[in-house]
């Protein structure tokens, strides 16, 4: 936050008495404007912000000049500040979908993707979990990666929906998000009677999530079936 300190600077006079009293001011420097400095008598110097430094912000290094004088002596350095990542962030994820279409002998064994949550700190380490909803393990989840598999007893002719509370955390943050698992059949006679619906101006992830829904339901209003 502005007004933060970002370090203390102190210039050693060997003279004594009044003669060793020094003052500070940053006199220079490309980010001159963004700092200022708090001098107490014989004390040193302590740097505070007057902008908001993020490492997420793309700027994370800063340069000052500060000069050190005692009466008409005086000596200038360059102070480099480096922004550092720290955990102030909120892991980010949404309500997702995952629709599996199973058509014999084309079951996968492998991950089928992973839970879409990342982190603005880039050096957050996430982990994942199932709160609710997988007791019967239909998702498979490595806690590490957010990768997922399918259980291989999803692999048969029966239909299968599943409605998951999904825990993302950072270690100090969590978000939570419901992810809809819709497991289909898909036969040989659907293929031969499907019909292709091609959609403008619009990629799939907008698609799947969450316009997918409501174009099951307006499809649902106009074929005779089920959602």
Not at 32 to 53: G, M
Not at 195 to 224: C, E, G, H, K, Y
Request: proline share 5%.
């Amino acid at each position: 936050p502005i007004e933060s300190t970002v370090g203390v600077l102190e210039a050693v006079d060997p003279d004594e008495g009044v003669n060793s009293e020094v003052e500070y001011n940053i006199v220079g420097g490309p980010d001159a404007d963004s700092f200022s400095l708090i001098t107490r008598k014989n004390e040193p110097a302590v740097v505070t912000s007057l902008i908001e430094l993020d490492y997420e912000g793309g700027k994370r290094e800063y340069s000052i000049i500060v000069r050190a004088r005692s009466f008409h002596l005086f000596s200038d350095a360059g102070v480099l500040i480096r922004v550092q990542d720290v955990n102030d962030n909120m892991p980010q994820l949404k309500d997702f979908t995952i629709i599996f279409n199973n058509y014999k002998n084309y079951f996968p064994t492998d991950e089928i993707g992973k839970i879409p949550a990342h982190d603005p700190d880039v050096s957050d380490e996430l982990k994942y979990s199932f709160l609710s909803g997988n007791e019967a393990n239909l998702l498979h989840l490595d806690r590490l990666t957010g990768q997922m598999k399918l259980n291989s007893r999803l692999n048969s002719d029966v239909p299968k929906n599943g409605t998951l509370l999904v825990s993302v955390t950072d270690g100090i943050n969590e978000v939570r998000a419901v992810c809809n698992l819709y497991v289909r059949l898909v036969t040989e006679d659907m293929l031969n009677s499907s019909v292709t619906v091609r959609l403008n101006n619009i990629d799939q992830s907008a698609f799947l999530s969450p316009l997918f829904n409501r174009f099951m339901l307006a499809l649902a209003t106009i074929v005779p079936t089920t959602e």
